[in-house]
């Protein structure tokens, strides 16, 4: 890790190499979504940096929002009569930048494109009548409820920028190449698992939030860094009132979260499809003077999903992969908030660990089935089998395509649901993910520490 100007730490990223990959192989515009807080607008400002030669910066919440949008007014000024002006928007572009000039060496970075569908809805013109490159990037605030917004299919792709994964945090830490090294099956120095062990339960306390993971790195104290996830989950809650004129203040909100919090702790069973919607809002207006409506709490949930803090898993009916339902469980999309709204509930240590260790290896899963095309399925999910539940059941797409039973074991806790799938024949192997181990295989069984995960490929 190193530092950029005067105060900020640079935090390696793995959408880095995506983004050059975009550069060489796409001539699509680029949308890059994602949470508020997680390094959108840094890290795609450093990539134009050192990969173009003239970089144009727009802020359609700011200033230079303001400035474009005055641009892109006078260069489409048309009267009844006159010749149509030729090039409108390449005419906004120069007189918002005189040195702009439409080359491969250019990039256009319109950011907070949800503060204007009418700039959004340009999309097409800019893949289909550019050579400089475009990138947009902003959160769904804002756009999931107005039809203004226009589907730009054909013309976009896209990349999410996440909160810091735990090998991301390990490379911060600047114990990326002990991370690399470790063998998933026991094979390496018991003193390196530990320390790989030691870091991951940082990870699990603080989560990756890149402003908390910096503090963590300039303090190692976890009460700041806590202070400074307070300070993300207040911005969200600031930006989210702007849109939702039916949720009266910040305390809903909280108490939204709080819910989902208890939902995680109570429908351990999981939900029917159509269910978690009617859970949530009885919670709320259970625990909070309002009359929120299921209505309000359905928006609020997609909201919540579209904005990046919370997704969900399906349920997949005694191992039989075709009796799949979808959003039967919910999980936040970063250990630190997972931890401060439980421990906020009141939820006891032990379930709270657990819990963790769920939504950790349920956003690993996420990613395969985003990224890799590792995995079937459109969302990870848990299995029912006689009468139990399996963590997570995975029907590999590469190799053999292979069914595991994923079960996630904190101490001595048996698979008993997974190993009653493996000997019916229902999976083909069962994969145990535990924290106090250095990994192991037994026959169909296989053992892997939890840190390790991210290493481990569904293609044996």
Request: glycine content about 6%; aromatic content about 12%.
């Amino acid at each position: 890790m190193r530092r950029i100007g005067v105060d900020r730490m640079y935090l390696k990223r793995k959408i880095y190499d995506r983004l050059t990959q975009w550069k060489k192989e796409s001539s699509l515009t680029l949308e890059v979504t994602g949470a508020r807080q997680v390094g959108k607008t840094y890290i795609i400002n450093k990539f134009a940096d050192e990969h173009f030669c003239k970089k144009i910066y727009i802020n359609l919440f700011e200033d230079s929002g303001n400035e474009f949008l005055e641009c892109l007014r006078r260069a489409r000024d048309w009267e009844p009569g006159q010749e149509r002006p030729e090039k409108p928007i390449h005419k906004a572009l120069e007189l918002f930048d005189k040195d702009f000039t439409d080359e491969r060496d250019t990039v256009v970075i319109i950011d907070e494109i949800q503060e204007s569908s009418a700039v959004y809805n340009l999309i097409r013109e800019f893949t289909r009548s550019f050579q400089c490159r475009f990138i947009v990037t902003g959160s769904y605030l804002g756009r999931i409820l107005n039809a203004d917004f226009k589907l730009s299919a054909g013309d976009l792709t896209a990349l999410r920028v996440e909160t810091l994964t735990f090998e991301e945090f390990a490379d911060a830490c600047g114990l990326k190449g002990s991370f690399d090294k470790l063998d998933l099956y026991g094979g390496s120095d018991p003193e390196e698992y530990e320390k790989i062990k030691k870091l991951y339960d940082v990870y699990c306390q603080i989560g990756g939030y890149p402003a908390v993971v910096t503090e963590y790195i300039e303090t190692k104290s976890l009460a700041k860094c806590r202070e400074k996830l307070e300070d993300v989950i207040r911005l969200f809650y600031s930006e989210s009132s702007r849109y939702f004129d039916d949720i009266l203040d910040d305390a809903v909100y909280d108490n939204l979260f709080c819910s989902v919090a208890r939902i995680l702790l109570k429908e351990k069973k999981g939900l029917d499809a159509d269910s978690f919607s009617e859970s949530l809002q009885k919670l709320v207006v259970h625990d909070y003077d309002s009359n929120i409506s299921k209505a309000v709490c359905n928006r609020a949930i997609n909201w919540l999903q579209s904005a990046g803090i919370l997704d969900f898993a399906g349920k997949v009916t005694e191992c039989k992969i075709l009796d799949f339902k979808a959003r039967c469980r919910c999980f936040f999309t970063d250990l630190g908030l997972t931890r401060y709204f439980l421990r906020k509930i009141g939820a006891d240590h032990t379930a709270i660990e657990g819990l963790i260790q769920e939504n950790f290896v349920f956003l690993e899963l996420r990613r395969r089935q985003e990224r890799l095309q590792e995995i079937a399925l459109e969302m990870p999910a848990f299995a029912t089998y006689r009468g139990g539940e399996i963590d997570f059941f995975v029907k590999s797409l590469v190799g053999s395509e292979k069914i595991y039973a994923v079960e996630v074991k904190s101490g001595k806790g048996q698979a008993s649901s997974g190993q009653k799938a493996l000997d019916d024949g229902k999976v083909d192997y069962l994969l145990l993910l535990k924290g106090n181990t250095m990994g192991g295989r037994a026959d169909m069984v296989y053992t892997v520490p939890i840190y390790l995960f991210s290493k481990f490929r569904f293609d044996l």
